[in-house]
């Protein structure tokens, strides 16, 4: 409930032509009086509420100009997250509220939890952090009623791994992660927490390793959809941008003279390059690219790796299993490529590349 009281009386005053000495007059008090009502440095008592509601023709209820809040159980859920968009600390008291109200509602649990999560992040304030580690853990309780598929229990044990840690209890914090990682997904965390809290880089490098290897690998798809965008808009300038971006990052993680399980990739995304530059009017650049990437091919098909450990900085003592859809060979993932471009100067391009010794 907001009370806007100082505006009102001003707003009544104004409609009605009178002076703040006019209105102090009518009501038997001093101009300083009604300076402070309207200034909001002081409220009239209720006697004098009724006497300006009297004076202006209209109801104590309308004069105090409130406004309610819909406490909606949807309404406060909203609410709580526009304090956590805007950082309003105001926020945790009206979460305090809105649990009386709503105890068993994962909403306004989960909306609070993370509020608390929030400012307890800020400024490493302990007993909010105790507090969203509190309310998480009911709302792992109430993911029944959850409908948002982004948050999940893997979602929330993340962040109560986070709370933990900033409170200092790293091995909780481990134990969170190392519980709730399916597919290695929080690798990354689990090998920082490791090294920078834990002081133990031997077990953080399989963690960082693998990560690497992840996130490496959804590169690869973020930068196939990209490059799909653009071409399908005839962007083939940020195609070719992206693309070698791309380039340059596996090429950064390549070890001469090594195979590894991103060269067959890298082979499409450089006939793709070569698409780009050639509808850009850069032959020559298409082929020096179309070249590289049957050298890349035919090394690859000679030594086939898929290692993890063939990476630089990767150190995991494991088989990598890779798969994909790009063909049992880097030739075939060339020959897939080119064909899927349907671009006949580069096929024919291709194809006396191929005759060549």
């Known amino acids: 409930m907001k009370i806007n009281l100082a505006d009102t009386i001003r ?15 009518a009501l038997g008090v001093t101009v300083g009086a009604v300076y402070k009502w309207e200034a909001n440095l002081s409220a009239p008592d209720l006697a004098l509420l ?24 949807s309404d406060t859920a909203a609410r709580l997250k526009e304090y956590l968009r805007s950082r309003d600390r105001a926020g945790l008291a009206e979460a305090e509220k809105a649990l009386l109200r709503y105890p068993n509602c994962f909403d306004i649990v989960y909306q609070s939890a993370q509020l608390y999560y929030l400012f307890g992040l800020m400024r ?15 709302a792992i309780l109430l993911l029944g009623q959850n409908t948002d598929p982004k948050i999940g229990e893997l979602s929330i044990a993340y962040d109560l791994a986070g709370a933990y840690s900033e409170l200092g209890e790293e091995e909780k914090a481990l134990e969170m992660l190392k519980k709730n990682n399916p597919r290695g997904i929080y690798d990354d965390v689990t090998g920082q927490t490791l090294v920078c809290f834990c002081n133990r880089p031997d077990e953080a490098v399989e963690y960082l390793s693998t990560a690497l ?11 196939n959809g990209f490059v799909n965008v653009y071409f399908k808009r005839d962007d083939y300038a940020s195609g070719a941008s992206i693309l070698k971006l791309a380039l340059d990052y596996f090429a950064g993680l390549k070890l001469e003279g090594k195979s590894d399980l991103f060269d067959k990739p890298c082979v499409s ?43 630089r900085f990767v150190s995991t003592g494991k088989q990598q299993i890779a798969f994909d859809d790009l063909g049992s060979t880097a030739a075939e993932t060339a020959a897939k490529t080119v064909e899927s471009l349907e671009n006949e100067s580069l096929g024919r391009m291709w194809e006396e590349l191929q005759n060549e010794e």
């Not at 707003?11 to 007059?25: E, P, S, V």
């Not at 209820?61 to 409130?66: A, F, K, M, N, R």
């Not at 304030?125 to 507090?131: A, D, I, N, S, V």
């Not at 049957?294 to 990476?311: G, H, I, N």
Request: proline fraction near 3%; charged fraction near 25%.
């Open 269 to 311: 995304f450089r006939i793709c390059l070569a698409h780009a530059q050639w509808k850009l009017g850069k032959p020559a650049d298409a082929r020096a690219s179309l070249l590289a990437a049957k050298q890349l091919a035919e090394a690859f098909d000679k030594a086939p790796d898929y290692s993890a450990d063939t990476l």
């Open 50 to 73: 009724v006497e300006l509601a009297d004076l202006f023709d209209t109801s104590v209820d309308v004069l105090l100009g409130y406004t309610v809040k819909s406490n909606k159980q």
């Open 213 to 223: 290897v992840s996130v490496s690998a959804m590169l690869i798809r973020v930068v």
């Open 124 to 138: 490493s304030e302990k007993p909010l952090l105790r507090r969203s580690i509190e309310l998480m853990e009911r």
């Open 11 to 25: 707003a009544f005053r104004k409609a009605r032509g009178l002076t703040q000495q006019q209105l102090a007059d």
